[in-house]
């Protein structure tokens, strides 16, 4: 389970490399005032990406901010009633597990990330003690390539205690490849940009084109302790 990332890029790249492919795009919210450092952990808001027609992705995208932790639409009371942990769709069952298949089917997103956290305890570990923090990273091999995605989902619900609307997203997870599986257990789907616009297809191969279990030499593993733990002088050396 993946439940804290980072995103570091700037939006005008996002907006440049739909660009290049002759996609428009445009951020229908304003750009939040958040320091790139800081990691986007369940339920904070984040950058989500979705198709204007979900039936032409490749017509227009539209850039929102949304909260990480789905609430399934057919959820009608208050949002802390909904306590199924729905930050991650497991890739072989979003098709099925009622709270994701009709996102799945009908309402694709991409979630920008430029890493990703996941967590394994120590030797010796014991319970209340504090777990290892890695942080999951790649080199581009393209200046658009800067620009990842996790393969989402969103919905919309109407909780009793809203008087609008609330949307939300979760990600895909699955299989570990073997950077990422000698600390954890699931990774989520990461994508380039034009398998990107394949996941948003909606008629397009879905799921069966994710790919979790990267080959070797994917991803680079750093044990990135938590900023707050540290001191400014640690925090500086980290590479």
Known sequence: MCNEFQNRIKRGEYADAFSQIKIPMHWADPEPNR???????PTNRAAMIRPVDPADPRAGLEGVERRWWMIPYFHKAP???????CT???????????????????????????????????PGWKKGQPK????????P????DR???????????????????????AFVTGPPGPEVGAVHD??????????????????GPGKAALIT?????????????RAQLMTAEMRKALP
């Open 35 to 41: 320091d790139p450092d800081d990691p986007v952990r």
């Open 147 to 169: 620009v990842r995605f996790f393969a989402g989902i969103w919905d919309r619900a109407h909780p009793s205690d809203l008087a609008e609307p609330i949307e939300s997203f």
């Open 79 to 85: 949002v802390s009633a909904w306590k199924s942990m």
């Open 132 to 139: 290892r923090r890695w942080e999951v990273s790649w080199t």
């Open 213 to 225: 279990e990267t080959p070797p030499g994917t991803y680079r593993v750093t044990e990135a302790p």
């Open 141 to 144: 091999t393209s200046e658009t």
């Open 186 to 203: 699931r990774q989520p789907a990461v994508l380039t940009l034009e398998q990107g616009l394949e996941w948003l297809d909606l008629a």
């Open 88 to 122: 991650n769709a497991r890739i072989e069952t979003i098709d099925t597990t009622p709270a994701f298949r009709e996102a799945y089917k009908r309402r694709r997103a991409l979630i920008p990330v430029s890493s990703f956290i996941e967590y394994d305890e120590p």
